[in-house]
C-alpha cells in the first residue's frame, strides 16, 4: 500500500528470524521408521508370538474359524498350536541378525513374518488380533529399510563343512529310514523317518520306533555316529568363535581365527600420540595390526575396528601371532627408544626380510636403532623442529619432503644414510 512506512532495518531482521521459506515437519518420520525401529518391532513381533501360543496351548478345544481355515489340510492342523511358540524362537534369532545388519537375517525375516500374518487368518482367535496387526506393520518397516542389511555371515571353510556334513547326515539318516522302514516299526511316512533320526541322534530315543533287522540296526548305530558327530562339531564351530569372540572383545584383542586371516599388513607396534594418526592414515589404504600392552588403550581402538592385540611389542611369541611374519612392514613407536630398539630386535628375528621403521624419541638413538635392524628410523624432533624454523620464516609452502635431511654427515648418529 502507499501509506504503508518503509521497512527498516529491524522488520528486515525479524523478517529472516521468524520467516522461513522451508517446511519444517512436524514429526521426522525418518527417526521412528528407521533399522533400530525395524528391529525393535521384530523382537516385539517375536515375544508376541511367543504368548499368542502360549494361550493356543491353554485352550483344550482350539476351534479354526478363520477365513484361511478351510483351505489348510487336516493333517496341518495339529501345528498350529505351537507354530506361534516355534516361529517365536525363530524371529527371536532373526531379529538378533537384523541388529546386526545381516542380510541373510532380512532374507528370513521376510519369509517369517508373513507366515505369522497368516496365522491369526486361520485361528481367528481375538487375542490374536494385536499379533496380526503389529506382524502386519512390520513386514513393511523390513522391507523398506532392505537396503540397511548389507552385512553377509562370514563362514569360515571349516564352518562352512560343518554345517553341510551335519545337513548330509541328516539327510542321509531320513532318506535310509525311510528306504528301510519296511524293517522298523514305527516308521511310515517321511515324517515318521525324520522323527527318528532326531530323537535318535539326540539319544533321546522315546522306543516307538525300533529297527527289527540286522541291517536296520547297522543303519541305525551308522547314523547315530554320523548324526551326533557332526552335530558336535558343526556346534562347537559356531559356539567356540562366538565366545572366543566375546572374550577377546572384553580384553581389547583379536581372536586367533581373525589373525590367521591377516596378510600383507602392518604392524604398529605401540600406540601414542605419534602412533595416532600413523594408524587412521593407514587403515584408510592396507590392514593395521596394532600391538599394545595397555588394555585400556586396546579396548578402545577395539571400539574403532582397528584390530588390536593386546601384548608385549618386544615379545616374540605375540609378533607371531601378529603375523609379523605374513606383515609387508613393522613400526615401532612405543614412545620409549629402549623399548623400540627391544621391538626392533625380536621383528628382525621373527622376519628378517620384512621391512621395520622406528620413530626415535630422542635424535641421539638413531644409530643405535639403525644398528639393531631398523631400515629406516625417523626422528619426530628434528622434522618438527626443521617445520617451525621454515614456518617462522615464512616458507609455509615448502613440502615436508623437503625437510627431511640426510643425517649420515652427523658423527653422532652414526647413520647409514636412512636417518632422517
Known amino acids: 500500500m502507499a501509506n504503508d512506512p518503509p521497512e527498516t532495518s529491524m522488520d528486515a531482521a525479524l523478517q529472516e528470524l521468524f520467516h522461513h521459506d522451508d517446511r519444517v515437519p512436524f514429526v521426522y518420520w525418518r527417526e521412528y521408521t528407521g533399522t533400530d525401529t525395524t528391529v525393535l518391532l521384530t523382537a516385539a513381533v ?12 491353554s485352550q483344550r478345544d482350539l476351534a479354526f474359524d478363520g477365513p484361511l481355515a478351510s483351505h489348510l489340510p487336516t493333517e496341518w492342523a495339529t501345528l498350529v498350536p505351537f507354530g506361534a511358540v516355534l516361529l517365536a524362537f525363530v524371529l527371536g534369532g532373526l531379529a538378533v541378525g537384523l541388529r546386526r545388519r545381516l542380510r541373510v537375517a532380512w532374507y528370513g525375516t521376510a519369509l517369517v513374518l508373513p507366515l505369522v500374518v497368516l496365522l491369526p487368518l486361520v485361528t481367528a482367535e481375538p487375542t490374536d488380533v494385536l499379533l496380526f496387526v503389529l506382524s502386519l ?38 532318506v535310509g529310514a525311510y528306504s528301510l522302514r519296511a524293517n522298523y516299526t514305527g516308521i511310515e511316512t517321511w515324517t515318521d523317518a525324520l522323527y527318528y533320526i532326531v530323537v535318535t541322534g539326540t539319544t533321546v530315543g522315546y522306543g516307538d520306533a525300533t529297527p527289527t533287522s540286522q541291517g536296520a540296526k547297522l543303519f541305525t548305530l551308522s547314523a547315530i555316529i554320523i548324526g551326533t558327530g557332526t552335530f558336535a562339531v558343526a556346534s562347537g564351530s559356531l559356539i567356540v568363535p562366538a565366545i572366543e569372540s566375546r572374550v577377546s572383545a572384553a580384553f581389547g584383542t583379536m581372536t586367533a581365527s581373525e589373525l590367521a ?17 600413523l594408524v587412521d592414515e593407514l587403515v584408510a589404504t592396507t590392514d593395521v595390526v596394532v600391538v599394545t600392552p595397555d588394555a585400556d588403550t586396546a579396548s578402545a581402538l577395539d571400539e574403532e575396528d582397528v584390530n588390536v592385540l593386546t601384548a608385549d611389542p618386544t615379545d616374540e611369541e605375540a609378533l607371531l601371532d601378529a603375523r609379523i611374519d605374513a606383515a609387508s612392514g613393522v ?3 612405543t614412545s620409549d ?20 621403521v622406528a620413530a626415535a624419541t630422542d635424535h641421539g638413538h638413531v644409530g643405535k636403532l639403525e644398528r639393531v635392524g631398523a631400515d629406516e628410523v625417523i626422528s619426530p624432533s628434528v622434522i618438527v623442529g626443521r617445520r617451525l624454523g621454515r614456518s617462522v620464516l615464512g616458507d609455509t609452502d615448502a613440502s615436508d619432503d623437503e625437510t627431511d635431511t640426510n643425517t649420515t654427515n652427523d658423527p653422532e648418529n652414526g647413520g647409514n644414510g636412512n636417518a632422517t
Open 46 to 57: 517375536a515375544v508376541l508370538a511367543f504368548v499368542t501360543g502360549l494361550s493356543h496351548f
Open 137 to 174: 506393520g512390520t513386514f513393511p518397516l523390513v522391507v523398506r529399510n532392505r537396503t540397511a542389511f548389507d552385512q553377509s555371515l562370514d563362514l569360515s571353510p571349516f564352518q562352512t563343512a560343518a554345517i553341510v556334513a551335519f545337513v548330509a547326515g541328516q539327510v542321509y539318516g531320513t
Open 337 to 356: 627408544d629402549a623399548q623400540d630398539t627391544l621391538a626392533v630386535l625380536a621383528g628382525r628375528e621373527v622376519n628378517p626380510d620384512v621391512r621395520i
Open 261 to 277: 586371516l591377516m596378510e600383507d599388513h602392518v604392524v604398529v607396534l605401540g600406540y601414542g600420540d605419534l602412533t595416532e594418526p
Open 331 to 333: 613400526v615401532a613407536a
